[in-house]
């Protein structure tokens, strides 16, 4: 399980590689679906966050497609990242 | 009648136009896996230049980009009598990142006039004694064939009598770096149109056609036809799924589908382009008529790819061949269309080029060999009333002046308390607010999107309705430069190598086009090109060609220019068609 820090930070780095001006991390629904509706991110966006794991976290997801599951949620990135540390 | 007369492919299959497409009948490529190359982290596979090669261009004192170019405009030109020392005479330059591997090297980091691609044409125009100034085509992948039409457009004018065309490009750490960053590539032999296509291969190439305007016809001779450029109004890199930009760019044209020898696509073999231009392909009825690409031989060869192609489209209907489409094999795309891996006769005497590209920027050139295609009259042509009278001349409706110190709009002063790259987000948080895609921009990106956006706030018309009669037409001197040092910056050190590909997509300067296109539901043509220097001559010379376009009516036009993200300078303006 991620902790709530660690869910904390990936927000963190999400508005920052983003460029979510004038979103916090309180604005982020842990749960609530990152693309389509909820922060309207795009397939740069994707391809951005791929960045975010490997140079934050040292992980790394060769195919994109593979991130549809990782980038659900600021809590399934969180739970990725989480499980990569143990 | 705008005729081809004379054309060169420099390529690492053959140094002439017929080595290049005897190779490619043949079945040839150059496409092959590096590894460590350029000290890249990742293999790639693609279509390279051999050192003996780079070797044999090389001139001394110019770089690698520019000795290629040379290479190919001297052998376009040997056995022609094109007067390029006369005023009438232009070079157009297409390319999309020219010297842009010169980064690498501090000196040139911390000096860049080199690496930019205005410096390079003027370098390119002065070897052969040009007098007139060069323009360079910096429109993404779309590059090559946008500088046909534009050139087709300057000689239809008559606003010059004769066109060097040349497009090219170099392979380096930092455009591969870019491209994996945006997992387009792919990891062995591309396959366009095919269902296990995982994407692209970049190549190296330079390619020269050399057009004149003629009176007289002849049987043998190329003719180009007609062309336009369309927006998706869509997204900067991922392409329409209605292929709307790529759709509208092919009905500019007026070619019906039963004279086509065939139409040779982009076909970069990445899922969503070829998917995207099937799409199109259809829905313009184009159904039965063979559709090939050329990526399969050469990679993707960026600035050079749409004349490249369209040269060994011109060779192949000399020959009454159909080039099969290597690295086919099961159709994967879901639009009615019919691609073929085998090479097949024909009888017909033109063909379709189909090009599309980041900032969502397509076009289409419709090129035709003999009498019956010398003063082609199409449907979409006759709509052009001004075709056949020069040019035209727009008058200037609304106008924007942005430097760091402040804004102008229609010669008022606006009131802001900010300077530099702060004025910029004042000016958003003020006139607009609620486009957080705004944060995204690079610095020159976030400028031309303001300054449009003041434009079109002067202007006070209905908003955001689709429209395909404005065009959206920028020029600058610096390129993409500040977008250009941070891709390089973030490549530098191997052990913090993070390629970005929200930076690297604005190393594209036509972006910006496809911003204010996608904002407002701008259908209509986007271009974006590169001058030494501040020239209104010339930008009012190439405007007033746009509106040989079909459609366009008016266009959202200027100068937008960025050194650093302090010292900046937009100089717009909306344009309307004079009739």
Not at chain 2, 11 to 29: C, E, F, H, R, W
Not at chain 2, 196 to 204: A, H, I, Q
Request: hydrophobic share 40%; charged share 20%; with cysteine.
């Amino acid at each position: 399980m991620a902790t709530a820090e660690l869910i904390n930070e990936v927000k963190e780095h999400i508005i920052d590689v983003l460029h979510l001006e004038d979103i916090t991390p309180a604005d982020i629904e842990n749960d609530a679906p990152l693309f389509g509706d909820g922060l309207g991110l795009d397939s740069i966006d994707a391809l951005e966050l791929i960045v975010m794991l490997e140079k934050q976290y040292g992980i790394r997801i060769a195919n994109p497609a593979d991130g549809k599951d990782v980038f659900k949620s600021v809590t399934s990135i969180a739970e990725f990242v989480a499980s990569h540390k143990a | 009648m705008i005729s081809v007369i004379s054309h060169n492919i420099i390529s690492p299959i053959g140094d002439t136009s017929l080595q290049n497409y005897s190779a490619v009948k043949a079945g040839n490529s150059a496409l092959s896996r590096y590894e460590g190359k350029w000290q890249l982290p990742e293999p790639f596979f693609a279509s390279l230049f051999t050192d003996q090669q780079n070797r044999a261009i090389q001139l001394d004192g110019k770089t690698r980009f520019e000795s290629l170019v040379i290479a190919s405009i001297s052998k376009a030109l040997e056995n022609v009598s094109v007067d390029v020392h006369s005023p009438r005479s232009i070079l157009i330059l297409s390319t999309t990142k020219g010297n842009v591997e010169l980064l690498a090297d501090s000196s040139h980091f911390n000096n860049p006039e080199k690496e930019l691609p205005g410096s390079a044409a003027n370098t390119i125009a002065s070897h052969f004694g040009f007098s007139t100034k060069p323009i360079v085509v910096c429109n993404a992948c779309i590059s090559g064939v946008s500088a046909l039409v534009l050139a087709r457009r300057l000689l239809e004018s008559k606003l010059y009598d004769n066109a060097v065309v040349c497009g090219a490009d170099v392979q380096s750490a930092f455009i591969v770096s870019g491209f994996q960053s945006f997992k387009a590539l792919s990891p062995d032999n591309c396959r366009p149109f095919d269902e296990s296509r995982v994407g692209l291969n970049l190549g190296e190439a330079a390619a020269t056609i050399v057009l004149t305007r003629q009176t007289e016809v002849h049987d043998n001779q190329w003719y180009i036809i007609s062309g336009g450029v369309r927006n998706d109004a869509n997204h900067i890199s991922g392409p329409s799924r209605t292929g709307e930009g790529s759709y509208r760019a092919l009905l500019t044209l007026g070619a019906p589908e039963e004279e086509l020898a065939f139409i040779n696509a982009h076909g970069t073999a990445t899922l969503y382009n070829d998917e995207m231009e099937s799409i199109a392909l259809d829905r313009a009825g184009y159904h039965s008529v063979t559709i090939n690409a050329l990526k399969g031989y050469y990679g993707h060869t960026m600035g050079a790819a749409g004349i490249l192609e369209t040269i060994i489209s011109m060779c192949a209907v000399d020959d009454n061949t159909v080039i099969a489409t290597r690295g086919y094999e099961k159709k994967g795309v879901s639009g009615n269309i019919s691609v073929s891996n085998i090479n097949a006769p024909t009888d017909n005497q033109s063909f379709i080029k189909l090009l599309s590209g980041f900032g969502g920027c397509n076009a289409a050139l419709w090129v035709g060999r003999g009498a019956d295609y010398a003063n082609k009259k199409t449907a979409s042509n006759l709509n052009a009333p001004l075709m056949q009278q020069g040019c035209s001349k727009g008058s200037v409706t609304h106008r924007v002046s942005i430097t760091p110190e402040g804004v102008t709009l229609d010669g008022v002063v606006l009131s802001t308390e900010q300077k530099g790259k702060a004025l910029l987000t004042e000016l958003y948080k003020a006139n607009v607010g609620d486009y957080p895609k705004f944060y995204k921009m690079d610095v020159m990106t976030r400028l031309g999107f303001m300054a449009s956006e003041l434009l079109l706030k002067a202007e006070g018309k209905e908003r955001f309705t689709p429209c395909e009669n404005r065009a959206v037409i920028l020029f600058n001197r610096t390129s993409s430069l500040i977008a250009d040092k941070a891709h390089q910056e973030s490549i530098n050190d191997p052990a913090a190598f993070f390629p970005s590909p929200s930076v690297f997509v604005y190393t594209l300067p036509n972006i910006i086009t496809g911003e204010i296109a996608i904002r407002n539901k701008y259908y209509g043509e986007t271009s974006f090109y590169i001058l030494e220097q501040y020239d209104e001559t010339v930008i009012n010379q190439v405007l007033e060609a746009s509106f040989l376009d079909t459609h366009t009516t008016s266009i959202i036009a200027g100068w937008v220019d960025c050194e650093s993200e302090e010292l900046f300078n937009a100089q717009m303006y909306i344009v309307e068609k004079e009739y």
